[in-house]
């Protein structure tokens, strides 16, 4: 699948089986998702322009590589992009933190929008999404949506499962965002949940269930 990115890295690999297992306390769960955000970030982030600037050290002027003044800001679909934003900005402390508050209608399981709030400048940002779900693909269609039409240009998208029926419904609806995941599972069931999945992300990280 092209545009997609599945990580294949043995300590997201590996969070990620713990991650799924029904056993897992909801404490461990909230860390884990951050953990793997953290982990994720790492690689997502390896097409940031560079800049050479000088540093004097203790002991000579070194020539060093720093971020060319990339401006970021992590946009969470909430509830569960929630978990993941911490494990973001441990990484990028300078991104701003926008927030889509959307759910799932459970009978058509069509996005609802409730909540949308971004940093003033977000126009001159680039913008990750994140969410641990892309099932059917309609929040982060309808996120990536709602960013364009405020005119952000530059979206890539950072889910730790999805599910073929979601990235292909995203390819075609946004072909030009790039689709960061841990896992490409194996289907939808009907009830729109990620086989083998991991449940619902945002009851696991707030313990609402
Ligand atoms: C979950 C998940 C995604 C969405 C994915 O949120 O966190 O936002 O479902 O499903 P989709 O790709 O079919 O749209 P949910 O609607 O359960 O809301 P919550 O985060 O508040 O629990
Ligand atoms: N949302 C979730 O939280 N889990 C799924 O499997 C699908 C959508």
Redesign the pocket.
């Known amino acids: 699948m092209s545009n997609v990115m599945v990580f294949d890295h043995p300590l997201i690999q590996h969070k990620l089986s713990i991650l799924r297992d029904e056993h897992t306390s909801v404490k461990e769960f909230r860390e884990l998702v951050s953990e793997i955000a953290k982990l994720m970030c790492y690689e997502a982030t390896r097409d940031l322009p560079l800049e050479e600037v000088k540093v004097k050290t203790p002991v000579a002027e070194a020539v060093c590589r720093r971020i060319a003044g990339k401006k970021l800001a992590i946009v969470p679909?909430?509830?569960?992009?929630l978990g993941m934003v911490d494990g973001m900005v441990d990484m990028i402390p300078n991104a701003k933190v926008g927030h889509i508050g959307?759910?799932?209608d459970p009978e058509t399981?069509e996005?609802v929008k409730y909540y949308f709030k971004m940093p003033p400048d977000i126009t001159e940002r680039d913008v990750i999404v994140v969410?641990?779900?892309?099932?059917?693909?309609?929040?982060?269609i309808a996120a990536v949506s709602f960013l364009k039409e405020e005119g952000v240009k530059n979206i890539k998208l950072m889910c730790i499962i999805a599910?073929p029926e979601?990235v292909e419904a995203m390819q075609k609806a946004h072909p030009d965002v790039e689709i960061f995941a841990a896992a490409l599972d194996d289907h939808l069931n009907d009830h729109?949940y990620i086989v083998p999945g991991l449940g619902?992300?945002?009851?696991r990280i707030f313990g609402t269930k």
């Open positions: 679909i909430l509830r569960a992009g959307l759910f799932r399981l996005p969410d641990p779900m892309l099932a059917t693909g309609g929040s982060a599910a979601g729109g619902d992300a945002g009851d």
